[in-house]
């Protein structure tokens, strides 16, 4: 009742509100239901020890109704009217409505005054309302209630059942097979399911009828015959029945649950005392073996071999990878095992598990701490006497090898040290010598180390008791007198060698000084001699000058340098003279250099007869370069005349062919006079090239006095020739377009004016943009298309460039097109009559025949698709005489 939902039932009751009234008319439904709801009324008021005989007349008084619905909801209602009268008996019923209301079944068209009189439809519907309240309402499977609840369990009980398929309630459950499955499900004991038939229904139906009554204390409810005999057996008879079914079976089902409880109880005791068993077992085996292994722990006897003491050391491992490992592995399982049993014994509510004396885990840990700490301790006692052993062995064999490497080391160094090589070698021979005994010296510091380490090595094996210790002391004591015997030779053998350095040292510093001094002037020489002897090449003055003048200061310098040369050879005697006074074994010659006292006089005197031939080749040049300079002044004074005569007239010519002075008549014969002039000017040209064929036979490539050059006058003169060509060309041309064209000199003048201002560079020529603003300043509106037209008209070369001859043709067929396109329609008019085309025949009769033909032939390109075969439409004709630019 806790979990009953009042809107969930007023949900479900929402379709029960007119409970099928018209079904029960129905004379088998009603009988099925009387019956249902009389035995379902009884079940419950027999506990309180009465019950019903007729639903309609019983509950009329209100008071087995009140009753009724004490015993199923488990609540006291209202105290009744005792009375006999009907105003009682309306108050009870009243009271028992009440309470059904109060838990939240909405009633519909049912009232007290109907129950009172037995109305047996309001009556019916009342109790139908009951049970779906308490009997059906809380029945939960799977999230569903109710009613679908009631069916969801009912299929998953008979599910594994054969022919049995729930899904109503009412012909699923007529052959009988349904009650028989659900029955079979929780009391297999009770029906012999195999044996039943599908085709037997009513023995199907006695059978499960009578087993519920007899076993489950679920009364008979309805009646067999009826539920075969009905087509559709009434569904809240059937509903109510098999709720029976699910009070009667979800009570021994809790009964069930119970004695598995108490089973899973009495196991998990039963598992926790085999757990207690096996902890007390493992606990002592473990302490056991704890026992024994300290013992052999704790020995230590040292060995005397290595051996021995590494087979010890083997077997602590074999006893830390074989037999530790099993243990530990033992103990984390008691432990694990101690604390799921705690757990599980927490858990069950019973008292913790006390282990025997001494075997607590606390114990177990303890003796397990000793046996680690026996264990560590073992180690270390082994791994020192080891260390201890190998120590001995190490040290034995370590004085053994540094004696034998000393040994071997010495080996000759005692002849090595008594040798006099010094007294026939020379000063590099002595100065390798120093080296390589510094060298030795060093090593034998070096090995001062060793001997003391090989003494050092045979004091600690005395210490130890080594059991070879008077052989060690014999060979040590060797090493260190042989040790003492160098030391002495080495100190001797020095200073012979620093005695005889000495001697030498002084001749070596001579040779050193005469090197020195000896190749620096040795150069001086060759290259004064390589200079002198030098070809010279030079184009000037100036350059010359600069050679005669560097030529007067070296041979300032030839006093100073015969001066070395005099000191540089008294080096060398005095190299002379020490070696015959001292008796020294001269191996060889200067090392410091090859250059001889003989080789520095023949050089000398070579350069002494170079210099006076130096001097004429000079004088000779100087005249030369002389020559060259008048030469270049003659050439500039002229080009400087001619250079500037030839940009004047190139900028007069400019002008005339810009400006707007006079007629084109007169600037063509104002052309003509420049050009006469400049006729006239070709002699200075002519002597100009003398002038320049000269200085090119003399081969002089520059000259200061003028910026001009032969090539850049040329260049001007046939720029200057061609240009007043040109422009007088273009002069004359202007004249036949304007004749031409009938042009006056003021539209001339009017073109001219709109060139210049257009030509902003100002190169007699217009670029595109400059030719496009133009024609916008004088009035033409075109776009792309028509500009691109006017261009291939007026640049055909497509230089991007416009001329201005091309734009006085331009503008003078600018200005004919209106007359050109009048003649030719006037024309055309004359020949085509009342026609719109012209034909070849009519060409031919009306033209010349030269003419006729001429222009047949230029028709045929021009014909249209549309056009008369052999005829011409008027755009085509004038287009065939005047081409497409002339429309």
Not at 232 to 239: G, H, L, S, V, Y
Not at 574 to 598: D, F, L, R, S
Not at 752 to 776: E, P, Q, V, W, Y
Request: aromatic share 8%.
């Amino acid at each position: 009742m806790d979990h009953y939902d009042p809107q969930q039932t007023n949900d479900y009751m929402q379709p029960e509100e007119d409970w099928d009234r018209d079904l029960l008319l129905d004379p088998a439904w009603e009988k099925q239901q009387r019956k249902t709801f009389t035995a379902w009324c009884n079940s419950h008021l027999r506990k309180a020890g009465t019950q019903i005989e007729n639903i309609e007349e019983d509950f009329r008084d209100g008071l087995k109704l009140m009753l009724l619905l004490e015993v199923i909801s488990g609540e006291r209602l209202a105290k009744p009217e005792r009375g006999k009268m009907r105003v009682h008996k309306i108050s009870n019923v009243n009271k028992a409505l009440d309470f059904i209301a109060s838990k939240g079944v909405k009633l519909v068209s049912i009232g007290a005054e109907e129950i009172v009189d037995g109305n047996v439809k309001m009556t019916l519907g009342m109790i139908w309302t009951i049970i779906l309240r308490f009997a059906i309402q809380d029945i939960s499977v799977e999230e569903t209630s109710a009613k679908e609840g009631l069916l969801l369990w009912c299929q998953r009980k008979t599910a594994p059942y054969k022919n049995v398929n729930i899904q109503n309630f009412h012909i699923s459950w007529k052959d009988g097979l349904g009650f028989c499955a659900l029955i079979h499900r929780h009391r297999p004991e009770l029906i012999d399911y195999g044996k039943l038939r599908k085709d037997d229904p009513l023995t199907n139906l006695n059978t499960a009828f009578d087993v519920a009554e007899k076993y489950l204390d679920i009364p008979k409810m309805l009646d067999a015959e009826d539920i075969v005999g009905t087509a559709r057996p009434d569904e809240k008879a059937i509903m109510t029945y098999v709720s029976s079914f699910y009070h009667a079976f979800s009570g021994a089902q809790k009964a069930e649950t119970a004695a598995n409880r108490i089973c899973k109880v009495l196991a998990v005791n039963q598992e926790n005392e085999q757990l207690m068993e096996d902890y007390e077992k493992l606990a002592s085996d473990l302490l056991e073996w704890i026992r024994r292994t300290i013992p052999w722990l704790e020995n230590r006897l040292p060995e005397n071999t290595m051996q021995a003491m590494q087979q010890k050391l083997e077997d602590f491992r074999d006893y830390r990878r074989v037999h530790k490992p099993p243990k530990v592995q033992e103990k984390c399982q008691l432990e694990i095992s101690f604390n799921t049993l705690q757990t599980k014994l927490r858990l069950s509510n019973r008292p913790a598990f006390m282990p025997s004396e001494g075997r607590m885990v606390s114990d177990i840990h303890n003796a397990w701490g000793c046996l680690e700490q026996a264990e560590k301790g073992y180690e270390e006692w082994l791994l020192n006497e080891i260390r201890r052993l190998e120590r001995l062995d190490h040290l034995a064999e370590k004085f053994r090898q540094k004696a034998s490497i000393h040994e071997s080391w010495t080996d000759g160094k005692e002849a090595m040290l008594r040798q006099k090589d010094y007294e026939t070698a020379t000063l590099s021979e002595i100065k390798a010598l120093l080296k390589k005994h510094e060298a030795f010296e060093s090593d034998l510091a070096a090995h001062q180390d060793r001997v003391e380490q090989i003494a050092a090595i045979a004091q600690e094996l005395n210490e130890l008791d080594y059991y070879d210790s008077p052989s060690v002391n014999a060979r040590c004591q060797k090493i260190c007198d042989q040790w003492d015997n160098l030391g002495a030779l080495t100190q001797k053998r020095r200073e012979a060698l620093e005695r005889t350095e000495k001697l030498l040292e002084t001749i070596d510093q001579l040779y050193l000084e005469y090197a020195k001094r000896a190749a620096p002037f040795n150069n001086w020489m060759e290259g004064a001699m390589e200079d002198l002897q030098d070809t010279f090449i030079v184009h000037t003055i100036e350059e010359i000058q600069g050679l005669t003048t560097a030529h007067e200061q070296f041979k300032a310098t030839l006093p100073d340098a015969d001066k070395e040369r005099l000191a540089i050879l008294g080096i060398h005697n005095e190299v002379t003279k020490i070696v015959q006074t001292y008796h020294v074994n001269m191996a060889g010659t200067n090392p410091y250099t090859t250059i001889t006292p003989q080789e520095i006089n023949s050089k000398w005197d070579h350069v002494r007869q170079l210099v006076p031939r130096r001097d004429q080749a000079l004088t000779e040049e100087h005249a030369r370069q002389q020559h060259n300079e008048r030469l270049r002044k003659q050439f500039g004074a002229q080009a400087n005349v001619i250079g500037p005569w030839i940009q004047t007239k190139m900028e007069e010519i400019g002008r005339i062919s810009i400006e707007m002075h006079g007629t084109l008549e007169d600037q063509l014969s104002h052309l003509r006079q420049y050009e006469k002039s400049i006729v006239n000017y070709k002699p200075k040209m002519d002597q100009l090239e003398g002038d320049h064929q000269l200085i090119q036979e003399a081969l002089i490539f520059d000259n200061k006095h003028t910026n001009y050059t032969m090539e850049h006058i040329r260049v001007g003169w046939e720029q200057l020739l061609t240009t007043i060509a040109r422009t007088i060309n273009e002069v004359e041309n202007q004249i036949l377009t304007r004749d031409a064209k009938g042009i006056s000199q003021e539209q001339m003048n009017e073109f001219r004016a709109s060139f210049n201002h257009f030509d902003r560079k100002k190169t007699g020529m217009m670029d595109t943009d400059d030719f496009r603003a133009c024609l916008i300043s004088m009035g033409y509106n075109m776009g792309e298309a028509e500009f691109a037209r006017i261009m291939s008209i007026v640049d055909p070369n497509r230089l991007g460039v416009v001329t201005f001859q091309a734009f006085i043709d331009f503008m003078s067929r600018e200005t004919a097109d209106t007359d050109t396109a009048d003649q030719v329609m006037a024309s055309f008019k004359i020949l085509a009559g009342d026609k719109n085309y012209i034909t070849v025949d009519e060409l031919r009769r009306e033209l010349p025949p030269d003419q006729a033909e001429y222009c047949i032939a230029r028709m045929a390109p021009y014909a249209g698709p549309d056009a008369v075969p052999g005829a011409l439409d008027y755009m085509s004709f004038s287009t065939a005489l005047y081409g497409e630019s002339d429309l």
